[in-house]
């Protein structure tokens, strides 16, 4: 938002974080974002704090704070959409709108716009406007500066006014040709989880291909080749391998099944428990794979782990496949060592039980078998024949599909992947 020009005050209850961004050094690993609060922070159009209060005269109060999964249930836990709409309330003027981000369980924008007009100041009448994002992590920036598209959602007579004002914040996007659509609130709240729930599919689907193809001998990555030539298809979304995770599609599909019970439709988001199903099956059968090649138990194996976040050009670890698999190795007797190019220190802190490496070579210093779990654009650039040198036994499973299985077999490795054929 500064760098489209607007003059922004973020806020955030952790203290330590916003002491961090105010010196442009960002929490987390994002491509890129380091070096724009670089460009941003000395314009003086970006503050952090943890005062509302300083937030008082905005035009725009975005709310962008998480909706993880409740611990034990599926639904998802909404707590801090109205902890932080709680504190703005009081803050809040009559010309402000308030805009929420944040992926929420339909109906959530209704009952935000009624405790937001309770804890206001007397006579002023909140204005809310649902605006979802679409963003994808390691393409955080682009996607934000530049999305596919705009969802806005307004209600109630502002709806008109409030449509003008995002218009106006995103005014240069917009100029660029970036379609904007107009709906209610529910439809808002919809097109974001409906569009994770179709993105899970496609995965989940191109997955249990690959499971027929394990058993057919036919090969998952063709198949997907051949199907994405059809527009209608598309290649995208279409790579099969240990599957989805981090903190939106797994949590986002719970959570829509949970609120469709809720809302009686549960019959129609039946299949997303399969689709679910068929993610997670992804992540054992990754883990009977390297048993199997390791002649039917992984106790005392080396396994060297390729990959701690859920996804390339992030340190995001929220239900990584990798690690999942990491542990599950772990603990059927296998000595595991993880490396990854930005994700380690996070995964240390949640998996202290694993050892690390700062290299691929380290990690994969006298193993039995390697396993590629994270498809880093490093690990593609991997020498076979190098690596073959340090591991005892040059056996990969590739569980992303990404690297190149004639580069690795001339080079002496047995390559196994999911859904592809043994030679
Ligand atoms: C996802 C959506 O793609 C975004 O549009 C959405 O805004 C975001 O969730 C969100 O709800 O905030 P993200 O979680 O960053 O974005 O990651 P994706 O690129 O969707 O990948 C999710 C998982 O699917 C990763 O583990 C990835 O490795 C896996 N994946 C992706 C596959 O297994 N196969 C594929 O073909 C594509």
Same mark, same amino acid.
């Given at each position: 938002m500064a760098e489209l020009g607007h003059t922004v005050i973020a806020v955030d209850s952790d203290a330590g974080k916003v002491e961090s961004l105010s010196r442009g050094v960002a929490p987390m690993f994002e491509p890129g974002l380091d070096e724009l609060l670089a460009v941003v922070l000395p314009t003086g159009r970006l503050r952090f704090t943890t005062d509302y209060a300083q937030a008082a005269n905005a035009d725009v109060h975005f709310i962008c704070v998480g909706t993880p999964q409740r611990r034990g249930e599926? *639904?998802? &836990?909404t707590s801090f959409v109205f902890a932080a709409a709680q504190s703005l309330a009081p803050h809040l003027s009559g010309k402000a709108l308030v805009v929420g981000k944040s992926t929420v369980p339909v109906g959530t924008a209704a009952r935000l716009r009624d405790r937001l007009q309770q804890g206001a100041p007397s006579g002023v009448g909140v204005r809310l406007a649902w605006n979802p994002e679409f963003l994808r992590e390691g393409f955080a920036i682009r996607d934000t500066v530049a999305p596919n598209r705009f969802v806005y959602g307004v209600q109630g007579p502002s709806a008109d006014a409030d449509v003008a004002l995002l218009d106006e914040v995103y005014a240069s996007p917009l100029a660029s040709g970036t379609p904007r659509l107009v709906t209610d609130f529910a439809t808002a709240e919809l097109v974001k989880v409906a569009a994770n729930a179709f993105l899970a599919t496609k995965i989940s689907f191109i997955n249990a291909m690959a499971e027929v193809c394990e058993a057919a001998g036919a090969d998952v990555v063709q198949l997907a080749d051949a199907l994405g030539h059809d527009d209608r298809i %598309?290649?995208?979304?279409?790579n099969a391998g240990v599957g989805f995770g981090g903190g939106c599609l797994p949590k986002d599909i719970r959570a829509f099944m949970a609120r469709a019970c809720e809302l009686g439709a549960d019959e129609a988001l039946g299949f997303l428990r399969e689709i679910d199903a068929i993610n997670v099956r992804r992540r054992s059968r990754m883990v009977d794979l390297a048993r199997e090649q390791c @002649? @039917? /138990? =992984? *106790? %005392?194996r080396r396994v060297a782990v390729l990959g701690?976040?859920?996804?390339? &050009?992030? &340190?995001d670890i929220r239900d990584s496949p990798a690690l999942d698999v990491a542990e599950a190795a772990r603990q059927e007797g296998a000595v595991v060592t993880v490396h990854d190019p930005k994700a380690i220190e996070a995964a240390r802190l949640v998996h202290p039980e694993l050892a690390y490496a700062d290299t691929v070579e380290g990690a994969c210093m006298g193993a039995n078998v390697v396993l590629h779990l994270t498809e880093w654009k490093q690990f593609r650039e991997i020498d076979p024949a190098a690596l073959a040198a340090v591991v005892a036994n040059p056996l990969i499973i590739d %569980?992303?599909? /990404? =690297? &190149?299985p004639a580069r690795w077999r001339s080079a002496g490795w047995v390559y196994r992947a999911l859904g592809r054929p043994t030679v």
């Open positions: 599926n *639904a998802a &836990d %598309g290649r995208k979304f279409l @002649g @039917g /138990t =992984l *106790a %005392g701690a976040a859920f996804k390339p &050009d992030s &340190d %569980g992303r599909n /990404t =690297l &190149d």
